[in-house]
């Protein structure tokens, strides 16, 4: 459900409760429901195997991500830190291609929901690039206008230096969105930023800058085969022409890297050895590894 939808079912309630108190009663009643609704069927929707679990404090780096909390869109969710004014992951389903992708908007939008209300202008002349972590291509073609709007706020969005958004990043994601797509049918991305102990901020902001970035694309389960994964760690340096095979991890090391638990849901056996291994063979990445940016 996205924001307008959201204000236009909380403004009547509101309108409602105020006219007739007596159903003050409810909104306990009201608000446990919804909780319920969100955490037990909405969010496991949409994510694969359970949601990514934070540690507050990761052991490896030992940054405090402070005070974070779910935000739920029409086509990705994610949980955004109020303190690092960052995602710390964004989750999407990749399918079919069912519509054109719409015109990009002219700027990016704060986000409502957000305590910290990061603005379009924090990055302005601060040298990094407003790093999408939802694509925008990959969620209007998949999921169409409205759905990529939502790409345009602030809270799916992080410092990328340029050289890494608009190459390697971008080369990665085009792969993702098309390539992978055609071979590999419907699978799950989860991406995010990791930070050091002591991370800088942007420019006449207090948004902290993500030293690296992940990504870890799964294919679930099917009667043929069993679930695939595929793990990245680009740092913000990357170089923007180096085979994409350069940055394959392991999901242990990304876990390491940022204190999140992926797939918990999955058995323990099994996680233990999709999470251990390697495997760009399975997804051909040897093929489109070295294709050149589009810009």
Do not use: C
Request: proline share 7%.
């Amino acid at each position: 459900m996205n924001s307008s939808a959201l204000k236009q079912i909380i403004k009547p309630l509101l309108n409602l409760l105020f006219k007739y108190p007596k159903f003050l009663i409810l909104i306990p009643l009201i608000g446990g429901l919804w909780y319920s609704y969100e955490v037990f069927v909405a969010r496991p929707a949409m994510v694969y195997m359970g949601v990514p679990q934070v540690n507050a404090t990761p052991p490896q780096t030992g940054i405090m991500t402070g005070f974070s909390h779910i935000l739920r869109n029409q086509a990705f969710m994610l949980e955004y830190s109020e303190t690092l004014k960052n995602p710390l992951w964004v989750t999407y389903k990749v399918t079919k291609a069912n519509y054109k992708s719409g015109k990009r908007p002219s700027g990016f939008s704060s986000d409502w929901r957000s305590y910290q209300q990061v603005k379009h202008d924090d990055y302005t002349g601060s040298g990094y690039d407003r790093g999408h972590m939802a694509p925008n291509y990959v969620i209007a073609s998949r999921y169409g206008v409205s759905a990529q709007k939502e790409t345009f706020l602030m809270t799916n969005i992080t410092p990328q230096k340029p050289k890494l958004n608009q190459k390697s990043w971008q080369r990665l994601e085009e792969v993702i969105a098309n390539d992978f797509s055609q071979w590999h049918g419907d699978f799950w991305v989860t991406t995010g930023p990791i930070f050091d102990a002591n991370p800088k901020t942007l420019k006449n902001s207090s948004v902290k800058i993500p030293n690296a970035f992940y990504k870890i694309l799964i294919k679930p389960t099917t009667p043929q085969t069993p679930a695939v994964a595929l793990a990245f760690i680009f740092p913000q340096n990357a170089p923007a022409n180096a085979s994409l095979m350069k940055f394959v991890t392991t999901i242990d090391e990304v876990e390491r890297l940022t204190g999140i638990d992926f797939f918990a849901d999955l058995e323990d056996d099994f996680e233990a050895r999709i999470e251990s291994s390697q495997t760009p063979e399975a997804w051909r990445l040897q093929e489109v590894a070295n294709r050149p940016s589009r810009y």
